[in-house]
């Protein structure tokens, strides 16, 4: 059974930042594409930021690229996603995912960040 779990999320101030990891069990992070996805209320859930299954290729979508950073630790099955400069347009709960051909099969259950004065 593949299980990913959200972690991190909360509320924050404009312009601070937050870590969100996603920790992975019952399948090595090493062999899958890891994403980062989110949704707001009322929008579609769109992707915010990829790396390739082998670590040698991220995509960002283009309002995140400079502030946010994808990354993960295959000796610890987790990913993680930095966000920094956090804007109000950043609100929305938060999904990690495991990409295995065109598809991604396996989401956690999401996180909520809420950018907020």
């Known amino acids: 059974q593949v299980q990913l779990v959200e972690s991190g999320g909360g509320l924050v101030q404009p312009g601070g930042s937050l870590r969100l990891s996603c920790t992975v069990s019952?399948?090595?992070?090493?062999?899958?594409?890891t994403g980062w996805f989110r949704q707001a209320p009322g929008k579609e859930r769109e992707a915010v930021a990829q790396i390739n299954w082998s670590g040698g290729s991220t995509n960002y979508r283009d309002s995140v690229k400079g502030r946010f950073t994808i990354s993960r630790d295959d000796a610890k099955n987790t990913m993680f996603l930095q966000m920094n400069s956090l804007k109000p347009d950043d609100t929305a709960v938060y999904f990690c995912?495991?990409?295995?051909?065109?598809?991604?099969?396996?989401w956690g259950q999401g996180t909520q960040v809420t950018v907020s004065s």
């Open positions: 995912a495991l990409g295995e051909g065109s598809g991604w099969p396996y």
């Open positions: 019952g399948r090595p992070i090493s062999r899958y594409a």
